[in-house]
């Protein structure tokens, strides 16, 4: 089955720029989402379609991709953005949704 | 505001069976697509499939094919996803999701998950 690849940890000090790779044969051919989860709540979505920045969202946050790879960045991380982020797209058909590992970040 | 309003939790044997809801409200029930979504204690999110809330079409993940059954109640604006077979590794949150869609040029696509239920811990213990 389709598997989505995702480090499992990313530390940066407060201010810096944190960056959370994604990696899947199909991306060429899907979009990727990210989502961000704190402990004991639901995910909410920080970026769509690869690049695009939802309402509400703050402008630190942003996505790019670069063939079977995608990345979340998050430039001048603050204390409150450390959570685990979870990279979301499908297979290349479209019809099997798939989850990355997720990433827990780490702001020292 | 859109809201999804899952059932309570649930403790289940081993080889059992457990059916949860998710309902609906603040939007239009037929438009959106509903999925499910697990999260095991202290791990990743796991996609497990997703039902048509007009029906009947429904897409499962392949590790949950033969176990899971989707089902939509127009009526009561509300899904149901039943898992069998139950084993210890079922312990989990099983969240639903709202997928946003989009239509244009007579086509409709599904995108991120803009609403989620607020999750329904199942624990299948013996």
């Known amino acids: 089955s389709y598997e989505l690849t995702q480090p499992p940890s990313v530390s940066v000090s407060p201010g810096q720029t944190a960056r959370i790779t994604c990696s899947g044969d199909?991306?060429?051919?899907?979009?990727a989402y990210w989502y961000q989860q704190k402990p004991g709540q639901a995910p909410i979505v920080v970026i769509s379609?690869?690049?695009e920045r939802p309402s509400g969202i703050p402008e630190r946050f942003s996505g790019s991709s670069s063939g079977t790879t995608v990345t979340l960045t998050i430039s001048g991380v603050q204390a409150e953005d450390e959570a685990d982020y979870y990279c979301?797209?499908?297979?290349?058909?479209?019809?099997?949704?798939?989850f990355g590992g997720g990433t827990k970040l780490t702001v020292l | 505001q859109v809201q999804l309003v899952q059932s309570g939790a649930e403790v289940k044997k081993p080889g059992a069976s457990v059916k949860i809801s998710c309902k609906a409200s603040?939007?239009?029930?037929?438009?959106?697509?509903l999925h499910w979504v697990r999260q095991a204690p202290g791990q990743g999110l796991e996609w497990v499939g997703v039902?048509?809330?007009?029906?009947?079409?429904?897409t499962y993940a392949q590790k949950f094919q033969g176990r899971v059954t989707m089902t939509s109640d127009t009526s009561r604006s509300t899904v149901y996803m039943e898992l069998t077979s139950l084993r210890s590794e079922d312990t989990a949150i099983y969240y639903c999701?709202?997928?946003?869609?989009?239509?244009?040029?007579?086509?409709?696509?599904?995108?991120?998950?803009?609403?989620w239920g607020q999750g329904t811990l199942v624990t299948v213990s013996s």
């Open positions: 999701a709202r997928a946003w869609r989009d239509c244009s040029g007579g086509k409709c696509y599904q995108y991120h998950f803009d609403s």
């Open positions: 603040g939007y239009s029930f037929s438009h959106y697509y």
């Open positions: 039902v048509n809330p007009i029906g009947p079409a429904t």
């Open positions: 199909d991306l060429p051919k899907q979009y």
């Open positions: 379609k690869d690049s």
């Open positions: 979301q797209s499908a297979d290349s058909s479209g019809i099997s949704w798939v």
